[in-house]
Every structure is written in C-alpha cells, then in structure tokens.
C-alpha cells in the first residue's frame, strides 16, 4: 500500500513554463516535506508545511490538510530545476520521533 | 549555512565486512536521521536517535545496523556484515525537533561486491 501519491512520475517542461507536481497521502500527518533530489544523489529541503502555502523565489508550495493533498509548483521554470521531486511525510500518532514516509519522487526535465 | 556532511561520499566493500558511514549533524540538531534509497527505488527511513538512544526504527533496521554517537559531534551507522542488498545511498539527516525542517546530507553510496 503507497501512503504517498506522487503525480506526475515523469514531467517535461520548456523552459519558462508554470510547472505544478502534486502529492497525495492517505495517513495522518504533522507535516509535509517537499525535497529535490539532484542528478548526483543529494537531496535537499525545499519546504515543510504542516498548513497553507509557502513559497521561495519561483517555488511554491500548498497543502490541503482536510483532502490530504500537496502541490508543489514551479514559476517561469530554468533547465536548473531539473532533477526529481520529493514528497515526504511526516506520521502524526504519539510518541512518534517523526520517521518520513517517502513518495517515489516526480522527474522533472525541464528543456531549453 | 550550517550543514549535515556525510564520509566518505562512496564506499565500496566485500561481503560480510563491516561498514561505518559517518555523519556530523548540524550543530544545534537534537533529532538524527538515517535513510536509505536502493537504486531506483523510493526513500526509505531506517532509525531515528535522539538523547543517545533509537527513538523508533524501521523494520528494514535488524540486528545487522547499529547506530552512535561516539562523540559530541559524529553520528554514525554500521552494518555488520554486509550483503549484497545492502548496497545503496545512504543519507544521513538532522532536525531541531522531530516536527521542525530535516536538513540533509549529501548522501554516502555504498557498493557491496
């Protein structure tokens, strides 16, 4: 059973598109990590959201706690942003030191 | 910026050695984390450790893993012996609290030949 949904598992994009990257999960959650993954392996922290919206520089990103659903979007998209997205939760149940459960990531290829 | 560093960054062993990836988690971090990714699979989360001891582990975390924090700054994960299915990137992270941002490293790949 996947407790979390990435949509798309594979995006292109021209450069300069508005591109959105969405995350269902099915589990109760204290919060929502949007993680970018580099070609080389690193990841790192994009956003964490336990309500709202965020956003820094061309990224935004949403969360919708009632439908359990994360959008992560993309303004005026660069060949730069190309790597794969993450989408990681956070359990909400007692005593939890905050083990993330992991989608299997969205790959982004944006073209010039 | 503060940030988690993970050696080596690649580490390849025989079967049935013992390995030891280190981490130094940033430095006002209480909560670290270790996770592992096979080759084109998803993330996985193995242990989390906080006051010098396993908070909650993952059922992928057997008798084979052990973790440490042998000084005021180290965060360390070992495999006992290795396996095969052991080879993987493995990435080493730390937090605040446990509801706060997890800052990662940048990965150590292991390859077990």
């Known amino acids: 059973k996947n407790e979390v949904e990435q949509s798309p598992q594979n995006l292109t994009a021209q450069e300069g598109e508005f591109i959105t990257i969405n995350c269902s999960y099915s589990?109760?959650?204290?919060?929502l990590h949007w993680l970018q993954q580099h070609p080389g392996g690193g990841i790192v922290s994009l956003f964490m959201?336990?309500?709202g919206k965020k956003k820094h520089g061309r990224l935004i990103a949403t969360i919708n706690i009632q439908e359990k659903h994360s959008s992560l979007h993309i303004t005026a998209s660069h060949p730069r942003d190309s790597a794969v997205y993450i989408c990681?939760?956070?359990?909400?149940?007692?005593?939890?030191?905050?083990?993330?459960?992991f989608g299997k990531g969205t790959k982004l290829s944006v073209k010039p | 910026e503060p940030e988690v560093t993970q050696t080596p960054s690649h580490q390849v062993t025989q079967m049935g050695q013992e390995v030891i990836l280190r981490c130094v988690p940033i430095?006002?971090?209480?909560?670290f984390y270790w996770y592992r990714q096979i080759l084109g699979q998803k993330v996985e989360f193995l242990v989390s450790?906080?006051?010098?001891?396993?908070?909650?582990k993952s059922e992928i975390f057997d008798d084979q893993f052990s973790v440490e924090r042998p000084d005021g700054s180290n965060f360390t994960l070992k495999i006992r012996s290795t396996k095969l299915e052991d080879s993987a990137m493995y990435f080493c992270?730390?937090?605040?609290?446990?509801?706060?941002?997890?800052?990662f490293g940048q990965g150590t790949r292991l390859t077990v030949v």
């Open positions: 992270a730390s937090s605040v609290f446990p509801n706060t941002e997890a800052f």
């Open positions: 589990v109760g959650i204290s919060a």
């Open positions: 959201l336990s309500s």
């Open positions: 990681a939760v956070r359990l909400n149940y007692g005593g939890s030191q905050g083990n993330l459960i």
């Open positions: 430095s006002n971090h209480l909560y």
């Open positions: 450790f906080y006051n010098n001891e396993i908070s909650e």
